[in-house]
């Protein structure tokens, strides 16, 4: 499997942007996909994840009302809308893909099989 992020800038506080995953190499419907970032000096943390066709997604509460994430999988892509954004939310975003039954999501980072390089989200204030 590759993964492939892009989409990330510079971008100033309230703005938005969209970040998108191209997924290859496998079927993409058999896998759980997720969201995470790293900002300088802390850990990976989770975003967003989606289920396997979608119809099940899970927010971390920092992100909740200001990310959606979803996916095509006809297109082989997931895609994470950021609107608000604040200078907090600046961080190397990353994709991952994890293998899961339906309706399932995945919030754990050690439970993704595969990663992505990151794009980069800066926020100014």
């Known amino acids: 499997v590759q993964l492939q992020a892009s989409g990330g800038g510079l971008v100033q506080a309230g703005g938005s942007l969209r970040l998108s995953c191209a997924f290859s190499?496998?079927?993409?419907?058999?896998?759980?996909m997720g969201w995470f970032r790293q900002a300088p000096n802390k850990e990976r943390e989770f975003v967003a994840t989606i289920s396997r066709v979608g119809t099940v997604r899970d927010y971390a509460d920092f992100v909740k009302g200001r990310f959606t994430i979803s996916r095509d999988n006809a297109k082989n892509t997931v895609t994470l809308q950021m609107n608000s954004l604040k200078p907090e939310d600046t961080g190397l975003y990353y994709c991952?893909?994890?293998?899961?039954?339906?309706?399932?999501?995945?919030?754990?980072?050690?439970?993704?099989?595969?990663w992505g390089r990151g794009t980069q989200v800066t926020v100014s204030s």
């Open positions: 190499g496998r079927t993409i419907g058999d896998y759980v």
């Open positions: 991952a893909a994890g293998r899961g039954v339906t309706g399932q999501t995945i919030t754990s980072s050690n439970r993704y099989d595969f």
